[in-house]
């Protein structure tokens, strides 16, 4: 191996789906010094974050913590904690990432109903209804609300209201959505809910926060069988992020700097403004977009503001598109998932890379990058359209 | 809450089981702009990092990778990608660490076979080679090579061919071994090893580095059901970390960035100085320790150079002597776990850790701080000894 030492990486514009931009405030957090996991500046910095995960998760849960691991290690801290070897579970799948949650809990001896939709649509709250009729036995209904490999926004009104009638909890990946929009936990009593630090949260890769009603906490407390996993226990990880400080893994305490220091940014700009910034720019680049004259997947009103699903016009290939907007632009998109492969392109406005300049910046770069391949991209309209909602 | 941005976190002399002091370089490096999890310079510090693992695990795998979690995660990826439910394995337990893997293990649907010993001595390669005789249905043997719960290394030779001969596979907890002590991976076929980042390797903790023999990957790829974890599975994850980039989870990329960096300052040091001066330092300071007066829990030769358990002397508090420390020199060690809690402390001279300035500051504190306690500390004595070491 050559070393030289130390390493400089460089800068890149990220508007995939994951992760965004990070801010110099949230970089510095990292590196600072490293405390002991059971340190008081540590456990105070720990409590503090505590608060910050409620204020984003618009929640009084008591079980409000960052779980050691990425967002999918979110969802598996759901499904383990939730489910007991033959349990019966309805998952409902729309995308890659509802797909994944079928397997996890398949992995977790669940007997899994599936509820699906095609990809690029909401799942439709008749279908879980008339599941949820059909398996009165069930436990839990497991969703996506912000669906990363589509960009379809699920609604959870009815659902919600659905599965509780029944009696059921109600299982929630907001991934993409958490520090975005309205994740709305306690004002639908969403009882298990998980995130990725590195989405609208703004915050590297690395930590998954989630967050527990008190009646699936009284479900976990009381299982009849141990969680499967050692590692993703909340029965001993509640006693570690709680009171007693009672020790079970080493916490990614640098980690958790940065993810406090991305709350707070969070914390002063207020979510209702962050909320608003997020829709007013995703609006704009919608309009953009289809000024230029392409196509997105998702129809307007399911669409999320983090993340837009852009179809790859006939004859024009997307890892060429993708390719020539990093080596040319230096700018991050993200490909299609699934079957939705060399079909779509995702574009992600999260967290600071949700801003004028970005949109205007990305439509110019892709733009050209789609004339070279003889799509007669209509870029004035474009940065027009864009001028006119957000004027 | 009351937000006062941005905050600066207190440095504290790490001195304790881990996290271990981080060097401003790996800091530096965690601070790098975040990139995208599939970025070709990405990509390149993942390969980079794979071949540093190889050089601190002494191996030649080709499944050599950093796991998206802390220590216990290692753990938990050993047992749930070996196991399969109804398997029968031999664990061995003489600490903290030994038993949590014997719950994993279970949690993964082994049947248990225990192999024990005190805490504070090592396992009796006879014991296991009875086990072994006694099970020869056994899937694997899973031992813990440095007990961070009581500072004991144990030796691997015998028992790892004892194993071998059996045909079973060899599990091997190295969380605080690896990067301050030969982990002998490829000298003794050892099948599924794993560790921790913020240990020896004195990277910030949220890592764990994990490699696996050519035959326990065929075992892995051929299992007849999946791994019961979604997120640790890796039949996976090889093929994230492989050529093909099969997209998996979001790594956690900066802590990926800090990882490669602390492995590159172990490369330039080089594994045998950095041992030699880990096993140097470690003899000093037990020097000391004996010339103060105190006596050490684990028999000279089974001694960890990482970690030194100190048992606390009659009549001593031993939460006020970490207390004082804390408070009064700011240096954090570690309590007694499970049976030894009040009864030991622990101290780790781990990566730049390890060096003389912080053995005689910490004999200084604690000799100052037992002698608030009645306990008659020879400070002057324990500084000679330790002089007379690294002379």
Redesign the interface.
């Known amino acids: 191996?050559n070393?030289s030492?130390?390493?400089?990486?460089?800068?890149?514009l990220?508007l995939?789906p994951?992760?965004t931009?990070?801010e110099q405030?949230v970089?510095?957090?990292?590196?600072?010094?490293?405390?002991?996991?059971l340190?008081k500046?540590f456990v105070a910095?720990m409590d503090?974050t505590r608060?910050?995960l409620r204020?984003v998760f618009q929640t009084k849960n008591e079980l409000t913590i960052a779980m050691?691991?990425?967002?999918?290690?979110g969802?598996?801290t759901a499904c383990v904690n939730m489910i007991e070897r033959g349990d019966k579970v309805i998952i409902c799948e729309h995308g890659v990432f509802g797909t994944?949650m079928h397997?996890?809990a398949?992995?977790?001896g669940a007997e899994v109903v599936s509820v699906t939709a095609p990809m690029g649509k909401p799942i439709d709250p008749e279908d879980v209804r008339r599941a949820i009729k059909a398996n009165p036995d069930a436990v839990l209904v497991g969703i996506v609300h912000a669906e990363t490999s589509t960009g379809v926004l699920q609604p959870l009104d009815e659902i919600a209201s659905y599965a509780h009638d029944a009696g059921m909890y109600m299982l929630v990946d907001a991934v993409t959505s958490l520090g975005g929009m309205e994740v709305p936990v306690d004002r639908l009593g969403l009882d298990m809910v998980y995130s990725?630090s590195?989405k609208c949260l703004a915050c590297?890769?690395?930590l998954a926060p989630v967050t527990v009603s008190p009646r699936a906490t009284e479900r976990i407390k009381n299982r009849k069988t141990?969680?499967?996993?050692?590692?993703l226990d909340l029965t001993m990880i509640m006693r570690y992020w709680g009171q007693e400080r009672f020790?079970?893994?080493?916490?990614?305490?640098?980690?958790i700097?940065?993810l406090?220091?991305a709350l707070?940014?969070i914390?002063?700009e207020g979510l209702e403004n962050r909320f608003a910034r997020h829709r007013r720019n995703a609006e704009a680049l919608w309009a953009g977009l289809e000024a230029m004259g392409l196509k997105l997947l998702v129809d307007y009103e399911y669409r999320l503001p983090s993340l837009t699903s852009i179809v790859v016009p006939e004859g024009v290939d997307e890892a060429m598109v993708r390719r020539q907007l990093?080596e040319e632009y230096n700018i991050?998109i993200g490909a299609g998932?699934g079957e939705l492969k060399g079909k779509i392109i995702r574009v992600g406005l999260m967290g600071s890379g949700s801003n004028k300049k970005n949109i205007e910046l990305f439509l110019v770069a892709l733009g050209n990058v789609l004339r070279k391949q003889g799509f007669k991209s209509d870029i004035s309209s474009a940065l027009e359209a864009v001028e006119e909602v957000l004027a």
């Open positions: 191996m070393i030492s130390p390493r400089k990486v460089p800068e890149k990220l995939g994951g992760p931009p990070v405030r970089l510095q957090a990292l590196a600072q010094p490293t405390l002991g996991h340190d500046n910095i503090e608060e910050l204020y050691p691991g990425t967002g999918s290690a969802m598996e994944r397997d996890v398949e992995r977790c990725g590195q590297p890769p690395g141990k969680v499967q996993s050692w590692y020790y079970h893994h080493t916490a990614p305490v640098n980690m700097y940065a406090n220091e707070r940014i914390a002063e990093m991050e998932l």
